[in-house]
């Protein structure tokens, strides 16, 4: 009898137990916050239901990792290939617009996929564009400035042969223009100059929440050739960015990028011609940047290529390292292609053809074949704000070796020269914004570890010709810059010292450029050198 009632209690106790869970990967708390508490309950979607501007959890996993997990995204396009079937194009909410990519169906849950309503995506776009604002008093008046002499220019040359990448992007700009919101429109649209700003024909970018690790950059110029039209002109945004996104200009149309002896990922859409970019994959020249559909055609164009070298004046050299000085107004073709090349690993850069009133500094490494292009950074002949860099970037082959804080040193260094303070054009990049960061804390803090007594923000403004905002806000930013009986004092404790010029004990400083090797003047404009560009 008592075994009979122990038997009939484990027999109910095992009834009442529920049934294990199915096992699925692991979903952060954010990527189960797609449907609001407030939202309609959740619909039986079909693969035929995924539209632009839905957003739904996907799965996800960090390059050379197994762990998988689900994270909000935000769909850009959908389409069938007849290979792997439906791919799914997504942005992934809060992250850097480089991790970006097509994604199966199976990776996608479309159980939590919210649909937002034509009125909730405009909207979106409204906050988006009120997020951003529009243009400062000072950069609207220069955009005037610079759209009446480029139609001037246009008037007396009678209008200038467009190439196929100007063709391309005048073709996306003028489709955004009349409405080129639309994620399904099929128009592309970016461009700019340097690191990250616009051409002839303007498409505009906008700047990404979160990122991952990187190389250097910052901002961009502008770049368009001199037949553009008003219009096209008017998307400019404080010198050379634009915050504006048209939609297919955020979907990536170039995935692998031959280079040399280097294959690298691209990270961005660049405005080059659709026939170039069918096929994902570009070949470049590493010489005359010219770009190519495959590499018989690049074999048969390095038969013929006879250059070398940048096609400018070599003003600086030390080693195996060189800067050249380009004239974009002198280089046209090679300033559009290498701004061509910087979309790629760009967010914000938006012009990419009107670079006429820009100089380009391209740093390169000397081998055996030639002069091999590192990085490069442009800056405004004339820069009302007093901007020494508009856009910089160091080629992701060479990154992670000190190349960008050889270029920031540079472009100090000419500033110098000049007897003038200068920044970079803001806002700056994520990546950029790191090594311009670290540049600053090595200058500023080896300045104050070296100065016996005081010493005051203009002097260090002086003898590093950085700007007395950027010093503030570094000093700011080290946490060095404290209030103490009534006046502004350093106190830098020997672990901020440790942790920014140290390194296993040993001093990390910034690059210095030797003034003796740097033969350079100042560009400086005359009438008869406007009148002649």
Known sequence: EYM?????LIRSAME?????????????????????????????????DIV??????????APGTANAAY??????????????????YVHYKDFNRRLDGWVPLEACDLSQMVIPSKE????????????????????????KKRKKKASSRSRRSGGTKLSGAAKAAQLYASKAAKGGDDDDDDGDDDGDEGQTSSTNV??????????????????????????????????????SLSHDHHAQARVRNVNVIHFGRYDMEAWYFSPYPPEFTASGELWLCQFCLQYLTSRYQLQRHLEKCTIRHPPGNEIYRDGNLAFFELDGVKSRHYCQNLCLVSKVFLDHKTLFFDVDP???????????TGYQIVGYFSKEKVSSEGYNVACILTMPCYQRKGYGNVMIAFSYELSRVEGKPGSPEKPLSDLGLLSYRSYWAKVLLKLIYDTAGEISVERMCELTAIKTDDIINTLQILEVLVYYKGRHVLVIPDSVIDKHLKKNGEWRLAPEIKREALHWTPFVVTRARTHRQ
């Open 202 to 239: 303007v498409s505009k970018m906008a700047s990404p929440k979160r990122t991952s690790k990187g190389g250097d950059e910052t901002t961009g110029d502008g770049a368009a050739e001199s037949g553009a039209s008003d219009a096209e002109r008017s998307g400019r945004r404080g010198g």
């Open 120 to 143: 909730e995506v405009d909207a979106k776009r409204n906050r988006r564009g009120k997020r951003v604002g529009g243009p400062t008093q000072s950069s609207s008046s220069r955009n």
């Open 52 to 61: 632009p501007h839905a957003e739904l959890p996907v799965l996800w996993s």
């Open 4 to 8: 009979g009632t122990l038997v009939s």
């Open 71 to 88: 994270y909000r995204a935000e769909v850009l396009q959908v389409t069938k290939d007849p290979m792997r079937g439906l791919q799914i």
């Open 16 to 48: 009442a137990e529920p049934p294990p869970p199915d096992l699925e990967p692991e979903r952060p708390s954010e990527a189960m916050d797609v449907v609001a508490s407030d939202a309609a309950p959740a619909h039986a979607y079909t693969a035929e």
């Open 358 to 368: 820009f100089l380009f500094y391209v740093l390169c490494e000397l081998d055996a």
